[in-house]
T-cell receptor, first 110, second 112 residues
Framework: GDSVTQMEGPVTLSEEAFLTINCTYT??????LFWYVQYPGEGLQLLLK?????DKGSNKGFEATYRKETTSFHLEKGSVQVSDSAVYFC?????????FGTGTSLTVIP | NAGVTQTPKFQVLKTGQSMTLQCAQD?????MSWYRQDPGMGLRLIHY???????DQGEVPNGYNVSRSTTEDFPLRLLSAAPSQTSVYFC???????????FGSGTRLTVV
């Protein structure tokens, strides 16, 4: 069935470091792909999305490219800030349902 | 524009009690879903709805009921609470699958 696998955490980085969080997917059709972010005590917020192969989603300095050939949607940011500390979820939608990864916790230290 | 509103934010129940978690959205979204979030397990789909009058089971539906009598509301009912249902519950809605879900702020439920 359809599923999403993302890298295990937690991830700890120093401020201004480069961030990559890996995400790969399995889908029978042509899914849309998403990254969500969850700050402590809050619900999930849509960070970025891509709806077809080679699309690049971007928001707040974060980017992810829909790679059909490698079934991947890795999240990247060139220079993280303390305020980026949160849990990041990769997700895909296929038909009527969303499938989420287990989340990757990111802590950015000054 | 309130988005997705969940009530209550916190709830403590005794084993065997029943209750309803409320979810309302004012964006005229067709799709609505309930998830539970547990440490190390990400989000798991409980039930979902693709429109008023239509509901279906997700990954972990046992012990929960839903109904969708209007586009706006999608309540989740716990029939007989169990400690295994201690979790954070999120309601989410979407106009259609490619738009991505808008999430509520969650209900933290503890069953003792």
């Amino acid at each position: 069935g359809d599923s999403v696998t993302q890298m295990e955490g937690p991830v700890t980085l120093s401020e201004e470091a480069f961030l990559t969080i890996n995400c790969t997917y399995t889908a029978t059709g042509y899914p849309s792909l998403f990254w969500y972010v969850q700050y402590p005590g809050e619900g999930l917020q849509l960070l970025l999305k891509a709806t077809k192969a080679d699309d690049k989603g971007s928001n707040k300095g974060f980017e992810a490219t829909y790679r059909k050939e490698t079934t991947s949607f890795h999240l990247e940011k060139g220079s993280v800030q303390v305020s980026d500390s949160a849990v990041y979820f990769c997700a895909l939608t296929a038909g009527n349902q969303f499938y989420f990864g287990t989340g990757t916790s990111l802590t950015v230290i000054p | 524009n309130a988005g997705v509103t969940q009530t209550p934010k916190f709830q403590v129940l005794k084993t065997g009690q029943s209750m309803t978690l409320q979810c309302a959205q004012d964006m005229n979204h067709e799709y609505m879903s309930w998830y539970r979030q547990d440490p190390g397990m990400g989000l798991r789909l409980i039930h979902y709805s693709v429109g008023a009058g239509i509901t279906d089971q997700g990954e972990v539906p046992n012990g929960y009921n839903v109904s969708r009598s209007t586009t706006e509301d999608f309540p989740l009912r716990l029939l007989s609470a169990a400690p295994s249902q201690t979790s954070v519950y999120f309601c989410a809605s979407s106009p259609r699958d490619t738009h991505g879900y808008t999430f509520g702020s969650g209900t933290r439920l503890t069953v003792v």
